[in-house]
C-alpha cells in the first residue's frame, strides 16, 4: 500500500524557516522522482519542487527558487522540502506526491502558516 505521510509543518513569521518531511512507503522510493506542490486556500494545486530519482537534479517553480531547497534520503525513504525566507504568500498546504503507472498519489499535506 502506498503511503505518503507529510509533518513538519505550522505557524512561522515572515522571514523564517521551516523543513517539511515526507516519508514514503509502499514502493520502490529511490526509482522515483518525488515532487512537492501547495495549495493556497481558494488557490488551484501548484507544483513547487522536484527531485529526480537519485537526488542529482532538482527543479523549482520560480517562486522558491533561491528559498527552498528539495532533497532525499533514499536511505530513509524521505523527501525533504528546506523553505527559508518565508512569505505570507508562501500560506498553503503542502503535498508530498509521486507518479506511479500514470497515476499521480498525494499525501494528506501539511498546513504552513505565514504570519506576523
Known amino acids: 500500500q502506498v503511503q505518503l505521510v507529510e509533518s513538519g509543518g505550522g505557524l512561522v513569521q515572515p522571514g523564517g524557516s521551516l523543513r517539511l518531511s515526507c516519508a514514503a512507503s509502499g514502493f520502490m522510493f529511490s526509482r522515483y522522482i518525488m515532487t512537492w506542490y501547495r495549495q493556497a486556500q481558494g488557490k488551484e494545486r501548484e507544483l513547487v519542487a522536484s527531485?529526480?530519482?537519485?537526488?542529482?537534479?532538482?527543479n523549482y517553480a520560480n517562486f522558491v527558487k533561491g528559498r527552498f531547497t528539495i532533497s532525499r534520503d533514499n536511505a530513509k525513504n524521505t523527501v525533504y522540502l528546506q523553505m527559508n525566507s518565508l512569505k505570507p504568500e508562501d500560506t498553503a498546504v503542502y503535498y508530498c506526491s509521486v507518479m506511479l503507472m500514470g497515476v499521480r498519489r498525494w499525501g494528506q499535506g501539511t498546513q504552513v502558516t505565514v504570519s506576523p
Open positions: 527531485v529526480s530519482a537519485a537526488g542529482g537534479t532538482t
